[in-house]
Structures are given as C-alpha cells and as structure tokens.
C-alpha cells in the first residue's frame, strides 16, 4: 500500500503550523516602495525609476556537496519556493533543497507575481481560507509581503520571498537551464547548459510556467484548449501587459470614465463600433455593465466594470473591438498602491498558442509590437487625463495558458470541478474561484460554469512516467475547462506547499515522489 499523505505530513507541519498561525496579522500596511522593472518601458524615463531587485538570495557556492540534493526546484515561481521551503521543513536541519533558475543573480524572483508584475492577486473565494493549514505558506508571503489586502508590490514580494528562502536554508542557483537524463522512468541527474555540472536530486519539482523539464523529460502535454476541444489546440486566453502607470490616480480615472459617459455622441460612437463586431448577444454583454462604475472592492484594489474606458481608447485609435487577434483594451483589475502608482491588468495581446510557446523560449519578453501599443496607450492616458502619465512595461508578459502535461497520476477534470473536486477523503485543500477565459477561446462552444467550490490533491502534479518529478502550476495536469481555474496562482501555492511536503515525505522513505498521495 503507498505511504499517504496526510498522516505524517501533520506531523511533518504541526509544529511550523502552530508558529506561523501565532505570527503577526496577514493584513498589514504597505511599505512605500514602486516597482518600476523594464528599460523597454513606454518612456523613457530616468533608471532612477526603475525596479531594482532586493538583497541577493542565498546563493549556493559551486561546490561539489552542492551538486546533490534532497530536492531540486526548477523556476522560482511562487508556487515553487513554496513547495522548496515546505519540503525544506519536512526534512529538517540535514535537508538539503535548493530553487534552481535559468534567470539571471539579479533577476527578481517569484516569476508572473513580480517580473509579470501581476500585482492584483486573485484570492481564494472561499471565505476562512487565511485559517486553513494548506493556505500556510501563501499566507506568510503575503504577511512578509506586508500585502495590505488584495495587491502584492513586486519589489515587496521579491524582499519577502528572498527572506523565506534564507529562513528557512533553501539555496538559490541562478543562470542554470536544466536539461534532465532519464533513465528507467527517473531524472538520473539535469545537466546545466553550458557547463560539465551535473545537478542530481532524489526529486524534482518543475515550477517554470511553461512545464520546462517536463517536456525535455518526455512527458507528453496539452496545447491550448485541445483538451477540451481539439479544434482549440492552437487557441488560448489573450495574454497581457501588466504596467506600473505613474501621474495618474483613482480619481482620475472617475472623472475619465465619467466624461465619457456623459459624452452622448461618442457613446453612440461605442455603441456602433461594438455592433460592428459583435453578435447581438455578445453586443448586450458588453453593454450590460456599461454604465456600472469603478468598484472598490478592497482597500487597495479595484475593479474597472464598465468597458467605457477601453471602447473609448479603440474608438480614437480605429481599432476593431474585437478580443480575436491583436490588442484589446478590456476591463480591469487595478491596485492602488501607497505612492500613488497604479498596477494595472486590463490590456491584452490575443495570440495562438504556437506564438506563446515561442514566446515563452524568448523568457516571455514584450514584443515590439506590445511595446508600440503601450506608447500610444500612454499618450492617450496623458491626453485623457491632462496629467504627466507614464507607463512603465515589466521584464515579462502575463501568458495564462499555453499548455498542459497529460502524463500524471491523476488529472483534475473540469467536470470534476463542478462537481466538487477530488473525494474530501482524497485531497489535501479547497479552493474557490470563476473559471476564467479572459479574451475568450475559439471554438469553445460550452457555457461557462458558475463559481466552483472544489476539493483537490497532489496526483495532478505528480508525473506517472517520470517518477521523481512533479509539475506545479499553470502547466500541470488540467484537463478541459479546469486550465481555467487551475491556472489561477493561489491554488498553485496551495498544492506547491502539499508537493513540497510529500516530496520531503518520499526523500526521507527513499521512496518516488509518485506513490506518495493525497489521502
């Protein structure tokens, strides 16, 4: 019978549970700081501005003791340095892990939530989820993070997740690209591109958005919405441009919006541009909530209802309102942090799947074309405003979706989704959010669900052919419409946190990564 989960992972997290529950509040105020991250910015503003990265992490000196480790995590998303840090405390004082990244010393980490600058973080919908034991490790992050409710700072989080890592003895190695040796269905050891160094680790924990040792380890995966439709293989959700947008507030925004509303010639201007291009149908949808203004519903975040500001930008640059292809200016999610700067998640870039995936191998830089756009939209803001407004680009675009692994023990399903999730017996946490399909999916004919409440595990992180090696995040073993809220980061730290835990399980029993479970 395969060792389980649960039972000695809470003796494994007992202890750390009780002192992290006795820590300092999860709300507490920001720290006045921005986080200005891109030379290729709209402007071209002094490099004062820009985002420079906290204290270096703990970096691991290239000594051969180094080359062995417990467990490796490649890529430093959140999700990752979550299942380092928890696998690191399973083990204990002898436990050797370390976050291993192709991104540069000086890169900030914790990946789409710093360098993506996705400031305006997605909560669990559940109400008590702060209080939950799977809800640890995302909890002290945004505690650390001194995120006040809703909205991370990218500089805050980078500080935060190196301060984690040092705490808890997890090494960082930067500037390695991994390429794993499998043999008899196990990662024998990833070579380090350009160097004889070879990294070996009783497990490994793939945490790169795009499952990047996964594939190289063979496993085979999903591209687009294929899963759900296989006329959907080279169709996904729009990408964006997350900018920190300086000279402008809250209240300006209003007024924008509100003289808008009020201009009764360009808002039959609108109406017409979006019945040229949309159906009835689709025409009432995004008039429903035109005349809605901006709520507020956090202390530092809002959301942008109405698409009036953003018909009003295609209207002035004769660009079709259209979500197919190109760049559309959609509603927003915007934080609103301390100095006054603006991280704002609105404007989309519609691509196939093919383009992101060439994409993502270009470490997901902003294409010309984007950067292009963000100066028109920057002259637009300034016109509209009347104010000196600045658009600063980040190191790296937001992609939701691109692909997603099929070879795990177990695959979470859409239609498990609605219904509940994994067994309760069987899973390690719940999680609660819309299923998602920003900037729509062609060929996807099916209704979108209402808000699910779901049950899940860690087999749909662990691989079935590879048996030391996990995958955790947007790539993981999502099938059909649950890429849609599988791909959302904060159940993606919850299941990191669980991997971490049962990979140091395995470590210590000498036994794969793959027969741990949830139950």
């Known amino acids: 019978m395969p060792p389980t989960f649960k039972k000695l992972a809470a003796i494994a997290i007992f202890f750390v549970a009780i002192k992290l529950l006795a820590d300092s509040p999860y709300f507490k105020e920001t720290k006045d700081s921005i986080a200005h991250r891109n030379e290729a910015s709209a402007t071209l503003d002094t490099a004062s501005l820009r985002y420079k990265p906290a204290n270096k992490p703990p970096a691991a000196p290239p000594t051969s003791v180094d080359r062995h480790f417990d467990i490796v995590v490649y890529g430093d998303e959140v999700p990752g340095i979550c299942a380092a840090i928890w696998a690191k405390k399973t083990l204990g004082v002898n436990g050797n892990v370390a976050v291993v990244r192709s991104n540069d010393e000086s890169a900030a980490l914790g990946g789409v939530l710093t360098r993506g600058g996705l400031g305006y973080v997605d909560l669990d919908k559940i109400p008590d989820w702060y209080q ?3 809800a ?50 196990k990662i024998e050891y990833a070579e380090v591109k350009g160097s004889d160094i070879k990294i070996k680790a009783n497990s490994f924990i793939d945490v790169t958005q795009d499952a990047e040792l996964a594939r190289k380890a063979g496993l085979s995966y999903y591209t687009g919405y294929e899963s759900q439709n296989i006329k959907s293989k080279n169709e996904t959700l729009a990408i964006s441009i997350v900018p920190i947008v300086t000279g402008l507030t809250m209240s300006d925004l209003r007024r924008m919006e509100d003289e808008i509303l009020y201009n009764t010639p360009l808002v039959e201007k609108i109406k017409a541009s979006i019945t040229k291009y949309k159906d009835d149908a689709s025409t009432e949808f995004w008039m429903r909530n035109f005349w809605s203004t901006i709520y507020h ?8 209802r109405s698409v009036a500001l953003g018909a009003a930008y295609h209207v002035d640059r004769n660009l079709p309102f259209t979500q197919d292809k190109g760049f559309f200016f959609d509603k927003a999610n915007i934080c609103a942090y301390k100095d006054d700067s603006l991280s704002w998640n609105g404007f989309l870039f519609k691509y196939q799947v093919d383009q992101l995936m060439k994409m993502e191998a270009n470490n997901r830089k902003p294409t010309p074309e984007m950067l292009k756009e963000m100066s028109y939209l920057q002259e637009w803001l300034q016109k509209k405003s009347g104010k000196d407004v600045r658009v600063f680009i980040p190191d790296e675009v937001y992609i939701r979706q691109s692909l997603n692994v099929r070879d795990v023990v177990n695959p979470l399903t859409g239609q498990e989704i609605i219904k509940g999730g994994t067994e309760p017996e069987k899973s390690i946490g ?16 099916s209704r979108i669900p209402g808000l699910p409440v779901y049950n899940f595990g860690i087999e749909s992180a662990l691989a079935s052919k590879v048996n030391n090696l996990a995958i955790v995040g947007r790539s993981s073993g999502y099938v059909g419409m649950a890429v849609s809220v599988g791909r959302i980061a904060t159940v993606n730290i919850y299941q990191g946190q669980g991997v971490g835990v049962a990979a140091g399980l395995a470590s210590k029993w ?4 793959n027969t741990i479970t949830s139950a």
């Open 297 to 304: 519903p956090y202390r530092d975040g809002y959301n942008v």
């Open 430 to 445: 719940s999680f609660s959010y819309d299923f998602d399909l920003r900037g729509g999916v062609k060929d996807l004919s």
């Open 510 to 513: 000498g036994v794969p990564l």
């Open 132 to 134: 939950q034991p799977y």
């Open 136 to 185: 640890q490790c995302f909890r002290e992050f945004l505690d650390k993070a001194n995120v006040p409710e809703s909205c991370l700072e990218p500089k805050m989080a980078d500080k935060a997740l190196k301060e984690m890592l040092s705490e808890a003895g997890v090494k960082v190695i930067s500037n390695s690209t991994l390429t794993p040796h499998v043999v008899d269905q």
